[in-house]
């Protein structure tokens, strides 16, 4: 029972830090979860290559019709919006 008080706010604290995480880079879970680095850890994301954002969605566009991943259009910009802020630093 001494302890109960503290579990939970360790709990809400997970929760809460979790929300948040999300909300900023809703983006990164979905990169994540559809496992794009089995390919792209050894074909590293290319600046140089994909030189501006409309090509970086397009190129997210591409490989999420490939994988069948079904992500809907805000979905593909949420990537997209993660992946420029990760690797790519384009101007939007
Ligand atoms: C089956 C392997 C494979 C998987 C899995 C994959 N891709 Fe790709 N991706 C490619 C290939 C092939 C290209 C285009 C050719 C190249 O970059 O050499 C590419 C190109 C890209 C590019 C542009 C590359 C650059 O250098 O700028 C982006 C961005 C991208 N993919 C995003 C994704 C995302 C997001 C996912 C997860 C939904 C994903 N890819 C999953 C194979 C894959």
């Given at each position: ?50 030189n501006t954002f409309p090509k970086l969605v ?20 949420h990537v997209a919006e993660y992946l420029n ?8």
């Open positions: 029972m001494k302890h109960q008080p503290l579990i939970i706010m360790g709990l809400s604290t997970i929760l809460m830090s979790s929300a948040f995480a999300n909300d900023e880079m809703p983006g990164k879970a979905l990169h994540d979860d559809a496992n794009c680095l089995k390919c792209h850890a050894s074909k590293p994301y290319n600046p140089a290559k994909t397009k190129a997210v566009s591409f490989c999420n019709d490939n994988l069948n991943s079904g992500w809907f259009e805000d979905e593909i910009h802020a990760t690797y790519y630093h384009h101007p939007k």
